[in-house]
């Protein structure tokens, strides 16, 4: 990206919205990740300051495999581009690359409470899962994601409904420190876009399609090959009804549509019109059809990018440059604020 995007100045720059999201590379991608999340930023990379981040020390929250770890971040990194985020228009760097993230999450660690950590879904969702690993990392996790936010001066913060609790207490940590010390940070609003804001898992739709599931029936993978896809969506749980429109304890079916309304560019109004009638083994067919070819070019880009690893060297080393530009002024502010010496380099 310009330098002008990474730190604008004046005039129009100044205009522009900052956008910060991430993904954590604790797996592969899922369909939950690009509905939710992916497919929405490169619309916003043309109006807006894009800054979009491979969050891997949020991913360590969870045992991790080190091998698996690097060629996950790679991987993810390679997905955005997939995607269609330019990085001639946006800042793409890997998180661990910029030490300011870490830096300040200590700081803001200092001014969040332990009750309002306490009460995060993801916390406690995790804290059974993981029973045997409850580490002070997954606890602090909202702390770190709200310095990832916060370091850049970021207005808006595009996500899945899953994280929007996240971005609100990121705004509460905001706010408590600017109470204290005056404007330091900006204030985020999170982004939640459309039907595919929410895909619940295809095997127990009441529960959020995730990376880290075991059952591998449970999600599509961005990676997934076409008779995988198709195979996951002919499994994929529904109800003992036949007629594909939403509804209460309709879990599995409501899940269905918003998939296919996302894949498809429709509303899902739009869906339960075009499936009227019809039943549940034609509506999954169409669905997994309306899936593979949305995701077919994101798959094969990403092979292509994968084969190039300088070009990706190039692009996270460019990125991680600026980002560490631009985040040591917002910690530079901060670290003034709370009364640290400033530093001798
Ligand atoms: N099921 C989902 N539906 C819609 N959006 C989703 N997102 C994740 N799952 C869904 C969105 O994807 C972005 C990146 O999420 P993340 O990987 O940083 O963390 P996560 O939300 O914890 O995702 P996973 O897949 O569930 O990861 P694991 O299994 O490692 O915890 C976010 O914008 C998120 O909202």
Redesign the pocket.
Known sequence: MTEQNAAPQNGAEQQKKTVF????P??KL?L??Y???LRNWPAMQEENRCIFSV?NL??IT?RQDPAALRRQTLEVLAQYIACGIDPEKSLLFIQSHVPAHAELAWVLNCYTMFGELSRMT?FKD?SQRYADNINAGLFTYPVLMASDILLYQTDLV??????KQHVEIARDIAQRFNGVYGPVFAIPEPLIQGP?????SLAEPTK??????QNQNAFVLLMDKPEDIMRKFKRAVTDSGSQVVRGEGKDGVNNLIAIYSAAAGCSPEQTEAEFAGKGYGEFKQAVGEAVVEVLRPVREQTERLLADKAYLEQVYAEGARQAARAAERTLEKVYKKVGFVKKPF
Do not use: E
Request: net charge positive; hydrophobic share 30%; aromatic share 0%.
């Open positions: 999201s991430g993904v954590q604790s797996g899922t939950g990740n509905l939710g999340a969050v949020h991913s969870v993801q995790k595009p996500v899945g409904q899953d994280q595919g804001a929410k895909i619940a959020k399609m995730s990376k880290s599931d």
